[in-house]
């Protein structure tokens, strides 16, 4: 990185026109970005709400077996323990399963999405004269100006190259 910033200081009369591009918001900002989070949204909702569910059965079995210690039977507190132990385990296997499912959906969309975006940023900078683009967030920058930020003319590129069918 210090051999980066001492490159481009040395030579501010030979350097060309460089940009920045906040490749996160870019992914969150195109349409395509957009409603493909909406769509992760619909999937993950139903199980969000399956989880939930579990997660109050453990609570209810947790609470019907400490009112009922003192006054039920040692078979009817060891199946309500085995009710306990099931209904945790489903819960866990669900939350590790939605976790892994997820994990695996979002970063196939965010790898698609920001191929395309370096796609377009790319093809951007070439029509604009721009000999580079650095990503923000990738590197520390310790400052640039906001006119070198080419996030919103790629996201406009983007979505005009590749546009939603809704």
Excluded: C
């Excluded at 997660?55 to 039920?72: F, G, I, M, P, Y």
């Excluded at 029509?127 to 406009?156: M, Q």
């Amino acid at each position: 990185m210090l051999g980066v910033i001492v490159i481009l200081a040395a030579l501010p009369a030979a350097a060309g026109q460089i940009g920045f591009l906040d490749a996160e918001r870019a992914v969150l900002s195109v349409q395509e970005g957009k409603s493909q989070l909406k769509t992760l949204e619909e999937w993950a909702t139903p199980r969000k709400n399956h989880i939930e569910e579990l997660k109050s059965q453990v609570a209810a079995l947790n609470q019907r077996l400490a009112a009922e210690r003192d006054t039920a039977s040692a078979d009817a507190l060891a199946q309500l323990d085995r009710d306990l132990v099931q209904v945790q385990r489903e819960l866990e296997d669900e939350v590790r399963g939605f976790n892994r499912d997820l994990t695996a959906r979002r970063d196939r969309m965010l790898n698609d999405l920001s191929a395309k975006i370096m796609t377009v940023a790319g093809e951007y900078a070439q029509a604009n004269g721009f000999d580079a683009i650095f990503l923000l967030g990738a590197h520390a920058v310790a400052y640039y100006s906001k006119t070198l930020d080419v996030t919103d003319a790629i996201i406009r590129l983007y979505d005009e190259r590749h546009p939603i069918s809704e």
